[in-house]
């Protein structure tokens, strides 16, 4: 039992670093003509980074909005599992932690389906021939931890 709550941990940790990696770095849609990247913060090329002008400015500030909540529930969710790991009784289960952090997962779903419908292809980017970034995938791949995280703590019990 001891092995799956560390186990848990540190995948947690880790969904909370891919989180806070996907959201900083600058490298969510690559350009295959030129060295150019965009992120949901700045638009980069050659090495040069400026501030983003794209044209529907609403669905990028509800993709950094989703993506701020979804750092803040994660992290929010990680101290109310140590919270509750040294608090609780034998045999209760980590429904707010659980729950915190498919708000987190919601959160990551709602934010990148956004920016999928939007941007993906480099349809709302300065790019016409484009490939999607390692953040992309990283929050697609938290996605899928976060998920699986909750679910967990849903149904796991402390003995």
Do not use: P
Request: with cysteine; glycine share 6%.
């Amino acid at each position: 039992m001891l092995v799956l709550l560390a186990g848990i941990f540190v995948v947690h940790i880790a969904a909370v670093i891919i989180l806070f990696v996907s959201t900083i770095a600058n490298v969510w849609v690559v350009s295959d003509a030129v060295d150019a990247s965009v992120g949901l913060w700045k638009n980069c090329t050659n090495n040069v980074c400026n501030d983003l002008t794209y044209g529907d400015e609403d669905a990028l500030k509800a993709v950094q909005a989703f993506m701020i909540l979804s750092i803040i529930f994660s992290v929010v969710s990680l101290v109310v599992f140590v919270f509750q790991l040294f608090t609780m009784e034998k045999g209760n289960r980590f429904f707010l932690s659980g729950a915190t952090m498919l708000v987190c997962w919601l959160c990551i779903l709602v934010g990148v389906s956004i920016y999928t419908h939007h941007y993906a292809g480099g349809q709302g980017t300065y790019f016409s021939v484009s490939h999607h970034g390692y953040c992309f995938i990283l929050t697609w791949i938290c996605f899928c931890f976060t998920f699986i995280i909750g679910i967990l703590y849903l149904v796991l019990r402390k003995k």
